[in-house]
């Protein structure tokens, strides 16, 4: 039995209670953190322990490889990535922005793809307004939807293309929230036309995409007493108006933005429709309380999972790794800094 549910794990081996946890619960997949990385054999052989304890080589196992202050792989093992935002500066041409932002994807599925992992929760489609708390900031390709659509597309074409799924996130929009969800619910109070031509915009146009992460964002237009991943009006909002019939996943139910047990949360959020429930810091006290709401992975929610792992290809385009990397810096110049902003922390995502 596959329990709708993705952990994380403590360190950079898999302890016995770990283990055990795993054989028991079998989640569907599994995410890493940079508190599981070390060097690369060190993480391909805990992607393999992770697959081995519940008997299942497709598991999927996630990181969180954006660029900036987001990118779990760095040096001196792996390369430094940019920021959503350089690309578009580094070129200031929309469609010049579109290749290289591919480029850098595909740069990050062969990393990945290389230790095992098969998920990258990338693209960001938030799209940032004056004023927004700087949780998402240059972690945005751009500040208007039409361009984030755009480079989004383009970052999930190029994971994909290398043999990695993306997820689209944090569906329908974080851009607007004026509080950090890791630590505060925000609540967007603007009205449903607004919301559906900026905020929701890039998540229609990529509603094709195999896997989405929602926000823990009250919009008081859909639900004014819930955030998107516990609230059924949310979901169906996502389903039927955005049009996504992909894998919906929670974003990490550790964020403060949330309520409740641990377990409650759990319930909220696959009672709403989420699909699978997603918890990263690998404290297994609580994975025990997330075991105990989640249920099996059946019905459409299977369904969408087993669809969401059909979408990688086994045979990633072919790819000059030296040539392409130098191709990328030379273009980027030197932008792969990230602006001052608060660290999406080490178990959030």
């Not at 890039?202 to 004014?224: C, G, I, N, Q, R």
């Not at 790819?319 to 800094?337: I, M, P, Q, S, W």
Request: proline share 6%; aromatic share 4%.
């Amino acid at each position: 039995m596959t329990s709708a549910a993705i952990y994380g794990c403590s360190g950079h081996r898999l302890t016995a209670e770990e283990r055990a946890f795993f054989a028991e619960t079998r989640p569907w997949g599994f995410i890493l953190f940079r508190r599981n990385v070390d060097t690369p054999d060190q993480v391909t052989a805990l992607v393999e322990d992770l697959r081995d304890s519940i008997g299942r080589a497709d598991a999927p196992v996630l990181i969180d490889q954006e660029g900036g202050r987001v990118q779990r792989l760095g040096p001196p093992h792996w390369p430094k990535y940019p920021p959503g935002s350089a690309y578009l500066k580094a070129v200031n041409d929309p469609m010049a922005a579109r290749e290289l932002v591919r480029l850098g994807a595909r740069l990050m599925a062969h990393d990945l793809r290389e230790l095992g992992i098969t998920v990258d929760c990338v693209p960001v489609l938030d799209v940032p307004v004056p004023g927004a708390h700087d949780i998402i900031g240059d972690r945005a390709y751009a500040q208007d939807p039409a361009t984030v659509t755009q480079l989004g597309r383009a970052a999930a074409e190029g994971l994909l293309a290398g043999g990695v799924l993306p997820i689209v996130k944090h569906i329908p929009g974080h851009g607007r929230a004026f509080a950090d969800s890791h630590h505060d619910l925000p609540v967007v109070e603007t009205d449903l036309a607004t919301l559906d031509a900026w905020d929701f915009a890039p998540f229609k146009a990529l509603s094709d995409m195999p896997m989405a992460m929602t926000a823990h964002v009250v919009f008081t237009a859909v639900d004014a007493k819930r955030p998107a991943t516990t609230s059924k009006k949310g979901i169906r909002l996502m389903r039927e108006h955005l049009g996504f019939s992909g894998l919906i996943m929670s974003d990490d139910l550790s964020m403060k933005a949330l309520s409740g047990t641990l377990t409650q949360r759990v319930e909220q959020s696959l009672k709403a429709g989420c699909d699978v429930v997603l918890h990263c810091n690998g404290d297994l006290d609580e994975m025990r309380q997330v075991a105990e709401g989640t249920g099996k992975l059946k019905g459409e929610a299977r369904r969408r999972a087993e669809a969401a792992l059909n979408r990688i290809v086994h045979t990633p385009e072919p790819l000059d790794v030296a040539e392409a990397r130098t191709r990328l810096e030379a273009a980027l110049n030197g932008r792969f800094d990230a602006a001052k902003g608060p660290d999406v922390g080490e178990a959030q995502a």
